[in-house]
């Protein structure tokens, strides 16, 4: 069943459940007004008549011939009952309809019941005791058809038999056209979604003008398409920046092993073209390393594991590891770091962070100085690597923490940057919930800071 027919359904449903409810609430009251008014009537010819009862000699009898009243139709009556049933007097049909045992119940306010009466005749017999010396000695009852009364409750329900369907029906239809209305923006929908594909990301849902849940369907769609779109871009990008740096030293390795087999060579020509492949070689290593760390990074935070961690301690440990390099190259590589600092986190994760930022630093500085610095706040953890290297020209900065993206390829082939350091930072650092930002100025340095929340990884533990 299509989603139109089942919301015309379900608003048929719905109105049906209304329409008998609605239907038994007004026959009820229908029922009871109109009995009320019967009673009232009878009420009335009843306390009429009473007036003209006389008591002789124990038994209740009119003081003159009463006469039926407009009220009263032709099947009705007036008549006296004593206290053993017997009828003693009355006006109209009265001789033809039995005494019911209710008669005998009879508060002195009276009492009305129903009764058929001849040929099964539905009456309404309103009973009411006759008094003398306060004592019961007889009963005086007024009877009227109901004929009128279930008439117009028949005409009642017969209206409504028809007309509940027929309101059905109708409202069938109006859902129906309702639905096929309110769903056309879906069915637009479904036909731009269904040619978009793979190859063409660029088509987008039709936005309704109606700011209702459809709108909001559209919209949110959308904007899933545009990061999905941002993502097929990347992943692109991603397989050809890898592509190409996978060529290179592959190319390199095939170059150097064909140069050496094309022509016998002495043994320190061998080793050369050996060291010079190894070289290569190492730099696809170090390349394909990175590419499998970045994809299992970006797979998600299940490669956290948190645990109580001395980060000052682990700080100390990566300077004492990347020392050597700095001062291979001259550099002075300078810490301020407390003496103990334990915080829940991923030790691992926070290393290779920090140690993708200080080999940038070395990698990228040619003379001066390098420095570490880590302060605490009442919820933050801050880490800073600073370097008074080349720095980078503004317009790079929104891009380096995109895989393979150089400021300066050729400076960097040479320095044996393969760039997916500092994307595998980013990664790293959204992992752990932190936020990483960068400050250049040309030949003066750059200063990447750590802001690690210290309350998100309590919580996570």
Request: hydrophobic letters at 45%.
């Amino acid at each position: 069943m299509t989603l139109r027919r089942r919301l015309a359904l379900v608003n048929v449903v719905v109105l049906l459940i209304a329409l008998l409810l609605l239907a038994g609430i007004v026959l009820n009251q229908l029922v009871g007004d109109l009995y009320e008014q019967l009673d009232h009537d009878l009420a009335l010819i009843g306390a009429r008549e009473l007036a003209m009862v006389k008591v002789v000699n124990g038994i209740p009898t009119f003081a003159n011939n009463s006469q039926p009243l407009p009220q009263i139709g032709l099947e009705a009556f007036i008549r006296l009952v004593d206290t053993q049933g017997r009828i003693v007097d009355g006006v109209g049909t009265y001789s033809d309809t039995p005494v019911s045992p209710q008669t005998f119940d009879a508060p002195p306010q009276g009492l009305v019941f129903n009764q058929t009466g001849r040929a099964g005749l539905a009456l309404r017999v309103y009973t009411r005791p006759v008094l003398a010396n306060n004592t019961v000695v007889g009963f005086l009852q007024v009877a009227n058809e109901r004929e009128e009364v279930e008439e117009t409750l028949q005409l009642v329900r017969r209206s409504l038999i028809f007309g509940i369907p027929l309101a059905l029906l109708i409202s069938g239809l109006i859902s129906l056209l309702t639905a096929r209305q309110a769903l056309r923006p879906l069915i637009r929908m479904t036909q731009s979604a269904a040619a978009i594909n793979a190859q063409d990301l660029t088509a987008r849902l039709p936005v309704p003008q109606a700011k209702d849940e459809v709108q909001a369907l559209a919209l949110t769609f959308n904007a899933t398409l545009d990061r999905l779109a941002a993502a097929f871009v990347r992943q692109r990008r991603f397989t050809a920046d890898a592509s190409h740096e996978l060529r290179t030293p592959v190319t390199a390795i095939l170059g150097q092993a064909e140069l050496a087999l094309s022509r016998p060579r002495d043994p320190k020509a061998y080793q050369a073209t050996l060291t010079r492949i190894r070289q290569e070689a190492e730099r696809m290593q170090r390349l394909i390393g990175r590419m499998l760390t970045l994809a299992r990074v970006e797979t998600g935070p299940q490669l956290l594991t948190l645990a109580s961690t001395d980060v000052a301690r682990l700080v100390h440990t990566l300077v004492e590891t990347v020392t050597p390099q700095a001062e291979a190259k001259g550099l002075t590589l300078k810490a301020n770091i407390p003496d103990t600092l334990i915080i829940p986190t991923d030790a691992d994760s926070l290393t290779q962070i920090l140690l993708n930022l200080l080999e940038n630093a070395i990698t990228y500085t040619d003379q001066g100085m390098i420095e570490l610095s880590l302060t605490t706040t009442d919820d933050h953890l801050r880490l800073t690597v600073s370097d008074t290297g080349q720095g980078i020209p503004p317009d790079h900065l929104p891009h380096i923490f995109q895989p393979f993206y150089r400021v300066d390829p050729s400076r960097s082939e040479n320095r044996g940057s393969v760039g997916l350091g500092l994307a595998l930072t980013y990664e790293l650092s959204r992992l752990l919930g932190a936020n990483i930002e960068v400050s250049s100025s040309l030949q003066t340095g750059t200063t990447f800071t750590l802001l690690l929340p210290l309350e998100n990884l309590k919580s996570s533990m």
